[in-house]
């Protein structure tokens, strides 16, 4: 009998397949697909993906959602939401309430999902509020050629191993938070695009000649501050402008024959601008304005590529004449050299001292700027000292009394918990445990916040069997996190309303403070209510100590005392 369910099942394999054709996805994708609409936290987008019968591969393509499938899995999903960051100048790492998703959003279980449409090859998620760090294991979308993520509010390093994606063509970041510096670019791959405008990306050592398929580079409106990039000889489109690349333009950028746009406004470059720039066999835009290039361009006998149609040299410190081919009435160029000392009977040229000035008062701005750099960073550090004396003097007046009140705080200890029953002899081992506890947490990583999902996981949905012990500061329960170490996790009744983002800030707080009769905090976790968006539950996570932990735990109690200075840190 059981060998004739198995051939009628073996019969009917291949059928159901020819039977839902191209037309239904794999049941993993699609579960796949509603999950990313809830993480996004059900934008009016996606009011088309009812249910898991919605046949997502032949929703008609719209302004704002694209998906494309093939052999039952999505290849192509593009969303377009109505949260740009743009409009946002003041973004520290916190949701904000109408722009970014909600506190619960989560970047890591959100690219987990993605990472379960193991075959898509374009994926384009814009204005839609993401927020979080970019998380490593993006880079498991190992069939992705194009990937964007503009105007989200993505921020730290890019993560370094998007290079290993060999087959990613187009990289576009622009409008985020990326604050790192950049180190990634040593792909292997065809990577032919990359733009990471508008972000705030730092100094790293710029390399990108390895690069070999790059064709377009766009770093904009970042914050580099090194000498102009080395950038492999392919290139077409070249945007370093608003950055504070310092240095001459370097020579071999003057070899770059494919070359065809290239802004470099709006930087502190200095020196001549190479002529042979201008006449590169196909530029056709270039933008040197608002830098400090300096000298007499009509020194070279100059001349102009045949495809050079826009040249900006405005707002520099360029003197003796102006090229002949740059003169705007001698073609169809639009050239703009205003704002120069140059010798031409023309508006908007300064007299010649204020370039021959300027350039001194720069050099000499610069000079005064190192000096006030080290002066306020002297100051700087004079009222840190000072602060931390404030600090050590205050934090020792209640420790101190607290020695003093110890016993006191110990029989209280003893009472609170003489009802859960833990023994007084495990609350005698304290100092041991006190000594054990500061070792454990000296090589400790710092401060993460959880998902319920992980302390769902790591309790197994709090159970009985998890349960530790219940005090006047919540339950508690011992947990394994993903990596096996194990924790303890604190249930915290929230009585208060709290500011989320403040709530925040304050347990990043507590997590710092390392002190000898405290147990460490690893995390936190934050449960927010689905209706009005308050504070429903709090979490910590503390480290957990075999034996004798109970007595650490109490110091967790005297934590939420509120006689302790602590206590008063995170109620404010
Ligand atoms: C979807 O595709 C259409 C044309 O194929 C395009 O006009 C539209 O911009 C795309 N939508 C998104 C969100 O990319
Ligand atoms: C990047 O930004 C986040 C959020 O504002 C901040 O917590 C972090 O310290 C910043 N990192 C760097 C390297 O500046
Ligand atoms: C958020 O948007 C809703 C409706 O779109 C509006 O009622 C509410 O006032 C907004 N809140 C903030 C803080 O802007
Ligand atoms: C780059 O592209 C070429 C052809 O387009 C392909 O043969 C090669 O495998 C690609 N290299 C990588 C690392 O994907
Ligand atoms: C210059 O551009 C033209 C098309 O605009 C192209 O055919 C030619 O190959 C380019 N030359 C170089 C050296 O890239
Ligand atoms: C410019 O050209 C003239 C003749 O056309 C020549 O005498 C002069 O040396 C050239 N100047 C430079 C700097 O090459
Ligand atoms: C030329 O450059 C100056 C300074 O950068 C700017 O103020 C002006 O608007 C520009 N003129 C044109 C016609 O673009």
Known sequence: MENYSLFFILLWLPWSFFILGDSQLLNSQTQALLQLKKHLEYPKQLDSWYDRRTMFCFLPPSSKVNISCEFHSVTELKIMGDKPSIEVTDFHGFPIPNQTLSLSFSMDSFVTTLTR?????????????????LPNKIHRLSSLECLDLSSNFLFGSIPPKVSTMVKIQT????????????????????????SLKNNKLKQGPLDFTSLTHLKVLDLSGNRLYSHLPTIPKGLIMVSLNRNSFNGEIPTQYTLLTHLQHLDISFNNLIGIPPASLFSLPNISSLNLASNMLSGSLGYYNLTCGNNLEFVDISDNRLTGSLPSCLNSESGNKVVNFSGNCLSIDRHHQHPLSYCRYKVHKDQ???????????????????????????????????????????QHLLHKSVHENSATGFSSEILNN???ISETTKLGTQGLPPCRSFTLEELNEATNNFDNSAFLGEGSYGKLYKGRLEGGSQVA?????????YWIRNLKLRLDMLAKIRHPHLVAILGHCIEVKQDDGSVNRVFLVYEYIPNGNFRSYLSGNILWNSKFPIFRLFYG
């Open 117 to 133: 449409l193991t075959s898509l090859k374009v994926l384009s998620l814009v204005s839609l509020g993401i927020w979080g760090p």
């Open 171 to 194: 990289l576009v970041l622009d409008d985020n938070f990326f604050n790192d510096t950049v180190h990634v670019f040593d792909f292997t791959s065809n990577l032919t695009s990359l």
């Open 364 to 406: 000499s701005t610069q000079n005064a700027n190192g000096l006030g750099v080290s002066v306020s960073l002297i100051v700087g550090i004079v009222v840190i000292i000072v602060l931390l004396g404030i600090a050590f003097v205050i934090i020792c007046r209640h420790y101190c009394h607290r020695r003093i009140s110890e």
């Open 430 to 432: 304290a100092r041991y």
């Open 489 to 497: 996790i604190r249930c915290l009744p929230t009585t208060k309303k």
